[in-house]
C-alpha cells in the first residue's frame, strides 16, 4: 500500500553573508601577495647562512666545485698565457674568486663587486680588492625610475658606492672618479677608463637587468619553515626528558607547598645512581616523548625543496631514510655536474672580459677581447670525467684518434697533470710540421716552374 504524504513547499529564503567586506579581502589579499613577492635582504641571506649547516654545505659545495679545481689558459701566444698565470699568481686570484662565488650566493645576493688596484700611471693591476656589497655598490640609476643610466654606447654610465670603508661616497666614470664629489682621477691616456677600475660579476640574471639574483632567495623561506620545525622538534625532544612528581593522593587532603619544594629539590640532585625512596603519596614520571614522525618528513621535504632550488640533490648529503635507486642518484649527480659546468663556463668569460683582458691592455698588450687567451675551468666533476676518459680510450683502440702532443697537453692541463715534458715535445713537433710543410711548399713550387717551363719549351 501507497502512503501518500503532502509536501510543503519551501519559502523563499535569504542568505546574508558573514564573510568580511570587499574592502576588508582586498586588504588581505595585498598582505598575501606581498608576503609571497617580497624580496630577502642581503642580511637575512648572511644570517641564515651563518646558522643553518645546510645552507652552509650548499654554498660552500658551489665554491668548490665551481673555483677550487683551478683554471689554465688556452691560446698561441705563449707570452700572453705567461702573463695571464703569473697575474693570478700574484693576485691570489684563485682566493678572490672564490670570495666572488660565495658573495654571489650570500652577501650580494646575485652580485659580486671586485675593485681593480691600478698603479697610478694605469699602466698595471697590481691588486684585487673584494668590495662589500652591502655598502651600498650598484650602477648608476636614474633617481626617478631606478633604471640604470646608459651612455651614447649603451654601456653603463658607471658605479656609485654610497659609503666605502671611510664613510665616503665614492662615484666611477668613463673620465673621472669622484670622491665626496671632489674629483680625485681623470685619464692617464687615450682609452684609459675609470670604470675599469670596477669588476661586476653574476651567475643568475633575468633578462634586461644587469644585477645578478642568487637561488638562495628564492628558498629562503622554505630553510626558515624547516629550521622552526627543526627547533620545535629538538624543544620537544629535550622536554620529553624532564621529571614530573606528583605528591599527594586523590580523596586526601592536599600537602603543603613545603613538602612539594623538598622533593622537588630533592629531584634537582637526581643522578643515574641516585636511588631514592618516597612514600607512598609521591609519584615521578617523565614528560611523554613526542611522536615526531610526520615533523620529520616534513622537515626533509623542506629540505629537498631547498636542495632542489640551489640545484643539489639532497641524496648528496643525507642517504638514510632516502629510498633512491642508484641509477636516479647517477642522474642527479650528473645534473649537477653539468650545471656545474655552465656556471663555471660563465664566470670564465667574466674574468676574461673583466680582469684579464683590462690586464693586458693596461700594459699594452692587446687591444681587444678576442687578443685575450681563454680562461678554462679544471672540472670536479667526477662522474663526467669518468665517463670522458673512457670515450677518449675507446676512440684511441678504435683508431679513431691518435696520439699527438697538442691532443696529450690539452688533456693533461683538464685533469690538472704537469705539461712541461709536452711543452717541449709539442713545440718539437710544431717546429718538425712547419719545416715539412715548407718543403713541400717548395718542392710543389719547382714541379710547376718546370712545368711552365716546359710548356714555353
Excluded at 335 to 347: G, K, N, S
Excluded at 415 to 430: C, H, M, N
Aim: aromatic share 10%; net charge neutral; charged share 30%.
Amino acid at each position: 500500500m501507497r502512503i501518500i504524504r503532502r509536501r510543503s513547499s519551501a519559502g523563499q529564503s535569504t542568505i546574508e553573508s558573514l564573510s568580511a567586506s570587499p574592502e576588508a579581502r582586498a586588504q588581505l589579499w595585498a598582505d598575501l601577495v606581498e608576503r609571497v613577492t617580497c624580496t630577502v635582504s642581503k642580511e637575512q641571506l648572511e644570517r641564515l647562512y651563518h646558522i643553518d649547516g645546510l645552507t652552509f654545505r650548499l654554498v660552500n659545495d658551489y665554491v668548490t666545485y665551481i673555483v677550487r679545481p683551478g683554471f689554465y689558459f688556452l691560446s698561441d701566444n705563449k707570452e700572453l698565457v705567461r702573463d695571464c698565470e703569473e697575474w693570478a699568481e700574484d693576485v691570489n686570484l684563485l682566493a678572490i674568486m672564490e670570495e666572488v662565488v660565495r658573495d654571489i650566493f650570500v652577501t650580494g645576493a646575485g652580485n659580486a663587486w671586485v675593485e681593480l688596484g691600478y698603479t697610478e700611471d694605469s699602466r698595471d693591476i697590481l691588486k684585487l680588492r673584494i668590495l662589500n656589497p652591502k655598502t651600498g655598490i650598484d650602477y648608476i640609476r636614474d633617481e626617478q625610475t631606478k633604471a640604470v643610466k646608459l651612455d651614447e654606447n649603451f654601456e653603463p654610465l658607471g658605479f656609485v658606492q654610497q659609503k666605502n670603508m671611510l664613510g665616503q661616497k665614492v662615484e666611477w666614470y668613463k673620465d673621472k672618479i669622484l670622491v665626496d664629489g671632489k674629483q680625485v682621477w681623470s685619464p692617464r691616456y687615450p682609452g684609459d677608463d675609470g670604470r675599469d677600475r670596477i669588476a661586476h660579476f653574476k651567475l643568475f640574471g633575468l633578462g634586461e637587468s644587469m644585477l645578478g639574483q642568487s637561488p638562495l632567495e628564492t628558498v629562503f623561506k622554505q630553510a626558515l619553515i624547516r629550521l622552526n620545525l627543526e627547533d620545535n622538534v629538538g624543544e620537544s625532544g629535550f622536554r620529553s626528558g624532564a621529571v614530573i612528581a606528583y605528591v599527594g593522593e586523590p580523596g586526601k587532603p592536599p600537602v603543603s607547598d613545603a613538602q612539594v619544594e623538598k622533593v622537588v629539590n630533592i629531584l634537582k640532585r637526581i643522578t643515574v645512581d641516585s636511588i631514592f625512596g618516597f612514600k607512598h603519596n609521591v609519584k615521578v614520571e617523565r614528560f611523554p616523548a613526542p611522536d615526531i614522525k610526520d615533523r620529520d618528513s616534513l622537515i626533509r621535504y623542506f629540505a629537498d625543496v631547498q636542495c632542489a632550488g640551489m640545484g643539489i640533490p639532497l641524496a648528496k648529503y643525507f642517504s638514510s631514510g632516502m629510498s633512491h635507486r642508484a641509477r636516479d642518484l647517477e642522474l642527479m649527480s650528473l645534473d649537477f655536474e653539468y650545471r656545474v659546468i655552465a656556471l663555471q663556463d660563465r664566470l670564465a668569460e667574466q674574468m676574461r672580459e673583466k680582469l684579464f683582458y683590462r690586464m693586458l691592455k693596461a700594459r699594452g698588450k692587446v687591444t681587444k677581447l678576442s687578443e685575450v687567451p681563454k680562461v678554462v675551468f679544471r672540472r670536479k666533476t667526477p662522474m663526467m670525467q669518468r665517463q670522458r676518459s673512457s670515450d677518449i680510450a675507446r676512440l684511441f683502440r678504435r683508431d679513431i684518434l691518435t696520439w699527438d702532443p697538442e691532443l696529450e697537453k690539452l688533456l693533461r692541463e683538464e685533469f690538472g697533470l704537469p705539461t712541461s715534458f709536452v711543452d717541449k715535445k709539442l713545440a718539437e713537433w710544431r717546429e718538425q710540421w712547419k719545416s715539412k710543410h715548407s718543403e713541400s711548399s717548395s718542392s710543389d713550387m719547382e714541379e710547376i716552374i718546370e712545368a711552365l717551363e716546359e710548356l714555353e719549351g
